[in-house]
Each structure stands twice: as structure tokens, then as C-alpha cells.
């Protein structure tokens, strides 16, 4: 990865002219390996942010972790002590964010989590300097949960890889869901054949199945359903249904109803723009990783306009106001520094060979998350 | 209380996963009996024959020529690495040999993502082959499943009568045997090498197109399966492709039975929470603790010769 990075340095130096850079941003994430495609859409979002913005002065230096602690670990110590970066966002794993963010912070270094939400960052262990632009990991569960109840689902079978955003999320989706669990599955992160669950599945009795699976574990779960047959009717979180992954799965994926905060068919300005942007520059549509980078760097270029991140509390405060156009419609940040948003349910749909996602509803709106309490700044 | 039928579906589940297991091991095992070479790329070709089955099966819809694909472009990409890479290999230690390997397996995976992208590509199962079947005692199992069980069995009888009755089967155990010997009696000892590393290659090729129909075709997806293969040689005694064979049932039979029946064990004596982050844990380690005691019991692996 290092040539990789010399490029996108090159490419940053090239673009900012003779001019040195003022602003130093460190992102690790995953760029190689199963996860990539999440990392490499947030990574291109918060490009093109960046580009959109017309300013020179800011230089990305981007690393990949490869989906593994000790190494995201070991980029996050480089990053402040050699590259001295002025902040750090991109890591899309939980594991990974438990590893780096509560370290960074600690060195009151400003870090913006463009994916990741773990609950332990969200209630007693957050942090002034830590930001989720995209949700709290239970947020897109919980409104799931809220969609199984108005679907009339009423005994549920739920499954989830067995790390933090994992537990997370049947957490969620078991504060909001009132039916009972036919079945509850922790599988193993990375897993990639499910019949031991699906035959679970089948013989429990029940009437639906949540689960939260992301990146590949979710093509693997999905082709590997639909094929057996099973044929209980399937809710998710965005995460098995991005952009990407949907090409992977194909016709499996049709019909099923997903939550996510951002959907490429949100009526409002900023949206359409970054849609439109995103697929001209990249030749690709955006998943809903790429709108959260995206955001993730507006919401840094709103901040930078106001203030320098070396003045600590007049730079928080420019993130608290959150002044930047979300390609979400509205977005603000709730007293622990993680948003509230409204959460939609969307449904795959083929649009001539594309499979997308269209909204079909509001399930939450205005929704924070339920750790704020705890969190004492 | 388990049914009948759950407990059916789930060998037949340990099964599938186990003949595929072998079709990885058989390979690593011949390499790794014959030429004494600790091959970590095996998990590279088999993830390039995926890609090569997706990417033929795009083109053509067929998903026949995307298998032979797969196999065509490992066992190609198997020779074209033996005799490059490999060859310089034979005669240093186990440690060179990780190392080549391992920055073999950096070269596929850039390579691939070079030419295919970063994003996991499509690849189904024939819509002749899909959908469940009704088996005797009203078990509902994905046909695809069951070919799959079926073709491995196949070729594990096929590897087997060549081990045992061809001339090259011949040759490939007295390479294993005596290298130097087998060489002085006239027999071409680096085109077998090369042969023996393209069978390999072509088997973990066909194995990644076959289990990548119904799993994620992307970028890394041999490195998990190359570890099992490992416990699964280790287990069979290396170099026994009857052991490989029995090696990977008894892993695909323990990791498939284990991650069901522990957490439902455990329930037995306490409580359900924990009786399941508990066996959840035990499962996972579940295949590892078969492969020590049967290490404790027979230290070269279940058919293993040499000590």
C-alpha cells in the first residue's frame, strides 16, 4: 500500500500546486481484502467532497489496516507521530475503531468516524473529540426492528457476526422489535457458508429473519437462502444491500426490505448532486459508505472554515454545528456527538441490470441513540 | 430438542463443506508429501478460479465452460508459477518457501484486484441445479449442495485409483518416498514436480469456482480455507490422500455439528446466555482441539508414515 499512498499524496501535491498543506487528514481503512469495497467508497466519497471544495491546502495521507487491528493500531501511532496528522477518520470495522479511536482521543486528536458506531463510544467511553458521522451501530437495527413490528412479523429469527457492531445490532433490533426470537445466532465475523444457520433457521418455527451480515458474509448469506428454499421473508440493515454488493447477489437480493439512513433516491439537493458527481467521476453509483464519506468530509471542510483544529474548542464547536449539507436532508448531532437522523426502509429493486434500492418509507425519524445518557464529556 | 431432520441437513451440511475441504487439501498435500514445499499461495488459485468461472460464466452464461475455465486458468497459473517460482524452491527451507508463498499469495490478490476490482463479482448456480430437493424422511436440502457432495466424492475415488493403480500414481509415490532414487532411475522428476503442482493448482481452482457459486467471489477468499486445509493435511498425515479425504470430513463434520450441538449442550448445564457465547467460542476452536489429540494419539496424522 505504500505506492498507493505516494500516489494519492502525489496526486493531492499535484492538485495543491506549489502551495504547502495547511490541513493534514489521516485516514486508515480498509482498502484490501473481503472489506474493501466499504472502505475504498468511503475513501472516494471524501475525495470528491474535498475536490468539490476547490481547497489546496488539505493533504490526505490514506492507509490501509486490511481489516486488522494490530495493524490499524500501528497506522494510527505512525500517523500521529511521524506523518503528525491534524486529524483522523476512514476505519469502517468496529474492532478496529474499539482498537484506535479511544487512544487517538485520548491525545486530544479530533476523530470523525465515517462508518463505524460501537455503543462503548456512544455512552460512558465518548469522548469530546470523537464524531460519528454515520450512525450509533444500533440505529439502522432498531429501525428495523420498528419495521418488523408494522409488518406484522411477530416471531423472529436474528442473526449477527459475533464482534462489537454485531452484538450491537440484535441489541437494536431487540429494543425496538416486540414479537418473540424464534432464534438467535451469533456466527463467526467472516464466515462464508451459512447452511448450519439456514438449517436453523428452518427448523425454528419462525415467521421472519433479521439479520445483520456485512460485505461478503452478506452475498454468501443471501445467495445461500434464496437457494435453499426457505423462503421466510428477509429484513436488513443497508450494510447487505449496498450498491456493491447487490451486483454479487443478484436476483436473491429482489424484494427484501432494508433500513438505512441515506438512499440514492432522497429528494433533496445535496443528494442529487452527489449522486450525479459521484457517478461521473467514479463510473459507479454510490453505496451508502461513499454518502457517509462524503458527508464525513463536508462536515470537516464546514468545520476548517471556522476554525483550526489546533484551537481545540472553538473546532469542536464548529463540528457540533454540523453547518454542511448533508446528503442525508437534514442531520445533527445529538449531545455524544452522534447523529440524529431520520431512518428509512428501502426495498432492491432491478432498474434495467442495475439491482438498487428504492425508499418505500420513514421508519424513525428524527432518532438518536439510547447510550447518550451515559455519556459525561 | 433436535429434530431428526435438523440433524440430517447439518451432516449432510458437514459433509459438503468437508468434501470441499478436500478438494483444497488433496493438493497441498501432494505438494507438500512429494516436493517437501509448504505452498501458501494454494489459496490464491483457488480464489483465481472463482474469478476465472465468474468472469467466463459473464461472458458465456454457461456455467459448465465457467468450471472448465476455472480449472484451465489454475492449472495454468499453477505451471506458469512452478516452473518461475516454485522450482527455486524445492531445495531451501521450510522458511524461504513461507516467505515466496506468502508474497505469492500479495501478487494474486493485487493482480486480481487489478484486473477484476475491489468489489465481490456474480457468480450462480445453474438454474438447473438450483432451488431445494425433498430427500427421504422430508429433509428439504439445496440440490446444488448435493452435487457438490456428489462430485467430490467422485473425485476423491478418482484421485485414489490414480494414486493406487497408474503408472503416475506410481510415480508420485515413489517421488515421495525416495527423491534422489526416483531420479537416478531415469524418471523426469521436475516435469512430475510441475505435473503434480498443476493437479494440485487445477483442484483448488475447480473447488473455488464450485463453492463460489454459492458464496462470495472476492478478493482474499482463499486464505480462510487454506488454513483449514492445513489442519485438514496435518490431521491426514501429510502426503495421504486418504487422509486428506478423511482428514476433511472430520473437519467439515466437526466445524458444521460443533458450532450447532455445543451452544445446545452447554444449555444442559447452565444458562442460555452464556451457553451460548460460550459454545459459539468452543466451536470455533472446536476443529483445533481435534486436530491435537489426534496429534497426541498418532503424531504423523491419521495415515502418516514417516515419523
Known sequence: ?377 | MMSFVLLAEQVLNGLQFGVMLFLMAAGLTLIFGVMGLINLAHGSLYMLGAFAAAAVAAATGSFLLALLAALAAAAVAGVVVEVAIIRRLYDRDHLDQVLATFALILIFSEGTRWAFGSFPLYLDIPSTLSGPVRLPGGIDYPLYRLVLIGAGLLIALGLDLMITRTRIGIRIRAGENDREMTAALGIDISRLYTLIFALGAALAGLAGALVGAIQSVQVGMGEPVLILAFVVIVIGGIGSIRGAFLGALLVGLTDTLGGVFLPEALKLVTDPASAKAVGASLASMAIYILMGAILIWRPTGLFGGRA
Open chain 1, 1 to 377: 500500500m505504500k505506492l498507493g499512498r505516494f500516489l494519492m499524496t502525489a496526486a493531492f501535491a499535484a492538485l495543491a500546486g506549489a502551495a504547502s498543506a495547511e490541513v493534514k487528514v489521516g485516514m486508515i481503512t480498509t482498502l484490501s481484502g473481503g472489506g474493501a469495497g466499504l472502505g475504498i467508497d468511503v475513501r472516494d466519497g471524501f475525495m470528491l467532497a474535498i475536490q468539490q471544495s476547490g481547497r489546496s491546502d488539505i493533504e490526505l495521507v490514506v492507509e490501509d489496516d486490511q481489516q486488522k487491528p494490530e495493524i490499524a493500531v500501528q497506522l494510527a501511532d505512525k500517523m500521529v507521530q511521524s506523518d503528525k496528522v491534524d486529524l483522523m477518520t476512514g476505519i469502517i470495522w468496529s474492532n478496529l475503531a474499539m482498537a484506535v479511536v479511544p487512544s487517538v482521543t485520548a491525545q486530544e486528536m479530533f476523530y470523525l468516524s465515517p462508518n463505524a458506531g460501537p455503543s462503548a463510544l456512544a455512552g460512558a467511553g465518548c469522548s469530546k473529540f470523537y464524531f460519528n458521522v454515520a450512525w450509533q451501530n444500533d440505529a439502522l437495527h432498531e429501525a428495523a426492528g420498528a419495521y418488523a413490528n408494522g409488518a406484522g412479523y411477530a416471531n423472529a429469527f436474528i442473526l449477527a457476526p459475533n464482534y462489537p457492531a454485531g452484538k450491537d445490532a440484535l441489541t437494536g433490533f431487540k429494543r425496538t422489535f416486540t414479537g418473540k426470537l424464534a432464534g438467535e445466532i451469533y456466527t463467526e465475523l467472516g464466515q462464508t457458508d451459512y447452511a448450519a444457520e439456514i438449517a436453523q433457521i428452518r427448523a425454528s418455527g419462525a415467521d421472519s429473519v433479521y439479520f445483520f451480515l456485512p460485505g461478503g458474509m452478506g452475498i454468501s448469506f443471501l445467495k445461500q437462502y434464496a437457494d435453499s428454499g426457505v423462503g421466510l421473508p428477509l429484513v436488513g440493515p443497508a450494510f447487505s444491500f449496498d450498491q456493491n454488493i447487490l451486483q454479487a447477489v443478484g436476483d436473491a437480493a429482489v424484494g427484501v426490505v432494508n433500513t438505512s439512513q441515506w438512499s440514492k433516491d432522497l429528494d433533496n439537493e445535496a443528494n442529487k448532486a452527489f449522486v450525479a458527481s459521484f457517478q461521473e467521476a467514479y463510473g459507479r453509483l454510490p453505496s451508502l459508505y461513499a454518502s457517509q464519506g462524503f458527508d464525513t468530509a463536508n462536515l470537516m471542510l464546514s468545520a476548517l472554515a471556522k476554525a483550526e483544529p489546533s484551537d481545540k474548542a472553538a473546532f469542536q464547536a464548529a463540528l457540533e454545528a454540523a453547518d454542511f449539507a448533508s446528503t442525508r436532508g437534514k442531520f445533527a448531532f445529538g449531545p455524544n456527538h452522534h447523529p440524529v437522523q431520520d431512518v428509512y426502509a428501502r426495498k432492491v429493486v432491478k432498474e434495467g441490470d442495475i439491482y438498487t434500492n428504492e425508499t418505500i418509507g420513514t421508519v424513525l425519524t428524527d432518532h438518536g441513540d439510547s447510550y447518550a445518557a451515559e455519556c459525561k464529556m
